[in-house]
């Protein structure tokens, strides 16, 4: 098996890519990039096939592989946009639409050559859900642009009728009520697919596996180069699952870098909203102060409209913000078709210039109309990263099983969770608990670990002030991860966009960092350049 070089997303942008900038105070020695030669699993062990297809089956055998090829120029690389014009013009209903990703993901996902192993589950009530949006279909009330459209979500967020697994064999029953940003979907009148595969605990559990392996759901793939390129982590099911086509879009989660590394991986658009912007209630947690889901989508106009649905305030969430925006208020800056970036000023870090991407992006936002001014990148430390997490944890992961948990849970801790582990250490721990035994060993009083959040804070965000207020920047551009840590601790927005292909075939992203609450400009921003690069290309063994 060819060499897989194995980013570990909660960290690759400390590790992997900054260290010329950053020094962490030996905090990431354990968790640094590691090399693969083989993967210990491959398929699940924990799962049939069938167990995923039981509930639908039945109810897809009218759907054949002459509907999916009539269908497939009118969906494959579709945005929400041409959907619903389709829709509109009767070339499928939403109950079609939702039988060919259903179909498609039979086809791919599992048990075949080109099997990817980004789905977990399948929603059981999907196809009658579509049918209950055929129905609303023609009633005169405006529907929000997500009504009808099929999105996965990443197996570590609360969805009724699927449980939430996380990727854990210890929570493969956890059957909860929805999540806040799930409701939020559903009263949209969006389909819940499914659920995708991640990296177990949102890889921050064995320190010593590649990206996209769990329990559950076994090794994700990078349709881009299975078994040869790495898919990113942990939102890798996510990544996977829109890049191959399998659903409209999906929601991920990030602490750091968990969206941006998988949606660079995989060649989609994928946003990490500032802290607050959207509810973290009823996700599997890490970190109660950096965790943050996100949209995770083909297109930029696609992930403004799904933005614009998970959107809402959580009176039960401390950290969500009222900022009553309306559903459409991310869509409305890029439905005009001609934003210019005259005016705007952005920044390109100068250690990243021996990347040809990244200059050639450049070179589009400059014909854009940008002002792009080239910055050094501050020498700023990130102290004691991993403790933030491990102590958010031991705390945050009690407060989810007690709150957010199936009642037949009997976890209370970290620790109940490496003792059922130990069990059967095969199948639930084939790569260890190395992180896990991190999160139990480690202590801090409350006056310490405040002063560890504000360190951070305080760090990230001089690393993206100073050079935005010297210079008057409105972003600075990255790439995929590589700076994800200073927005994470700094609770700042970062959005990544397809920047192209290595001449091995590996995709790469152009990442924008804001400030606070700037995502529509940093989706304007992003959509400038992708309407003038269109580096994205589907997998050409997924077409």
């Not at 956890?174 to 940003?181: G, K, L």
């Not at 260890?432 to 504000?454: P, R």
């Not at 601790?489 to 790469?508: D, F």
Request: proline share 4%; charged share 25%; net charge neutral.
């Amino acid at each position: 098996m060819k060499k897989i070089i194995v980013l570990l997303a909660l960290f690759s942008s400390i590790a992997c890519h900054t260290q010329k900038n950053v020094q962490t105070e030996n905090d990431i020695s354990d968790i640094s990039a590691k090399e693969f030669r083989e993967f210990k699993v491959l398929d699940s062990k924990n799962i049939e096939n069938n167990d995923i297809w039981n509930a639908v089956l039945k109810q897809m055998e009218d759907f054949t592989e002459a509907d999916y090829q009539r269908l497939k120029p009118y969906i494959l690389e579709k945005n929400i946009l041409e959907l619903h014009q389709y829709r509109t013009q009767g070339v499928f209903t939403y109950e079609q639409l939702v039988k060919f990703y259903l179909y498609r993901i039979k086809k791919y996902d599992r048990n075949n050559e080109l099997s990817l192993n980004s789905v977990i589950s399948i929603n059981p009530n999907a196809i009658a859900e579509a049918q209950q949006r055929d129905r609303d279909f023609f009633n005169k009330r405006l529907k929000p642009l997500i009504f009808g459209m099929p999105i996965l979500l990443k197996d570590n967020i609360n969805t009724e009728n699927m449980p939430t697994t996380a990727g854990a064999l210890a929570l493969k029953d956890n059957m909860t009520n929805d999540a806040f940003i799930t409701k939020r979907l559903k009263d949209e009148g969006a389909i819940i697919l499914g659920k995708a595969n991640l990296s177990e605990w949102a890889y921050f559990f064995c320190g010593d596996c590649p990206s996209g392996y769990s329990a559950i759901g076994g090794q994700t793939l990078n349709p881009y180069g299975r078994k040869i390129f790495d898919t990113g982590g942990s939102s890798s099911g996510s990544g996977v699952a829109v890049a191959a086509n399998f659903a409209v879009a999906a929601v991920g989660t990030e602490t750091a870098g968990s969206i941006l590394s998988p949606s660079s991986q995989n060649s989609v658009v994928g946003l990490k909203p500032t802290i607050g912007l959207l509810s973290r209630s009823g996700i599997v947690p890490i970190s109660s102060t950096l965790d943050t889901p996100g949209p995770m989508t083909k297109n930029v106009i696609d992930n403004a409209i799904l933005l614009g649905a998970l959107y809402g305030y959580d009176a039960t969430d401390a950290k969500s913000k009222s900022l009553k925006y309306s559903g459409s208020y991310y869509y409305e800056m890029v439905k005009r078709g001609d934003i210019s970036l005259m005016g705007n000023r952005i920044g390109a870090l100068k250690n990243l210039m021996e990347d040809s991407l990244y200059v050639a992006a450049i070179d589009v936002l400059k014909k854009q109309g940008a002002e792009i001014v080239e910055i050094e990148a501050a020498q700023v430390p990130l102290p004691k990263f991993i403790n933030l997490l491990n102590l958010d944890m031991q705390n945050d992961l009690p407060a989810y099983f007690e709150q957010h948990g199936s009642k037949s849970l009997s976890f209370k801790s970290v620790q109940d969770v490496i003792d059922f582990n130990k069990k059967d250490s095969v199948n639930a721990m084939p790569y260890g608990q190395k992180l896990f035994y991190g999160i139990v060993n480690d202590k801090a009083n409350k006056t310490e670990f405040a002063e560890i959040k504000k360190v951070l804070k305080q760090n990230g965000q001089k690393f993206l002030n100073e050079p935005m207020e010297v210079h008057n920047l409105d972003a600075i551009l990255s790439i995929n991860n590589y700076h994800a840590a200073y927005a994470a601790v700094a609770e700042y927005p970062a959005l990544t966009v397809p920047m192209g292909y290595t001449e091995k075939g590996e995709p790469k992203g152009l990442t924008f960092i804001g400030k606070p609450f700037t995502e529509r400009q940093l989706l304007e921003f992003a959509y400038a350049y992708e309407q003038a690069s269109k580096k994205r290309k589907a997998p050409k063994k997924y077409q």
